[in-house]
């Protein structure tokens, strides 16, 4: 498996702009769990900070998202990990959930003032394609960090 991590707009040295919370750890653990699982062969994570945002996306090139669930993600008891599992190679840790992980995360990191958003990326759009991309976006002042 391979985890591609890009940093753009960030001066190097420069201190994190948000806390290293237990609600961060938790909420971006969770989708960067998910993506390794789901992957097929690789998991770009970007982060892009400029003085008005913060934006990390999370993007496998897994199967993605079942259209039919894109609107719902986030909401309790929605999963779709038993279908999206048969498409991938087994994994540890995979069937048989209740639908609460992203709903979980996402609330943690609304916490922290982030707006979280599903999609499915367009093959050839990017190098892991068409499979599932997460983005968390803390746009105007941000948490200080502590």
């Known amino acids: 498996m391979a985890l591609d991590?890009?940093?753009?707009?960030?001066?190097e040295g420069a201190p994190s702009p948000l806390p290293l919370s237990p609600e961060l750890q938790h909420g971006l653990g969770n989708i960067l769990q998910n993506a390794m699982q789901f992957a097929t062969t690789r998991v770009d994570v970007t982060l892009h900070c400029d003085p008005s945002a913060l934006?990390?996306?999370?993007?496998?090139?897994?199967?993605?998202?079942?259209?039919?669930?894109?609107?719902?993600?986030g909401e309790p008891y929605v999963s779709d990990r038993d279908e999206r599992l048969e498409q991938v190679p087994v994994r540890a840790g995979g069937g048989g959930t209740m639908g609460l992980g992203l709903f979980i995360a996402q609330i943690l990191l609304e916490r922290t003032g982030?707006?979280?958003s599903y999609a499915n990326g367009r093959p050839g759009s990017t190098p892991v394609g068409a499979g599932a991309h997460v983005t968390v976006n803390w746009s105007g002042p941000l948490p200080a960090a502590q």
């Open 114 to 116: 982030a707006v979280v």
């Open 5 to 11: 991590i890009t940093v753009t707009g960030a001066e």
């Open 55 to 73: 934006v990390l996306t999370v993007a496998d090139d897994g199967p993605g998202f079942p259209v039919s669930l894109l609107e719902r993600l």
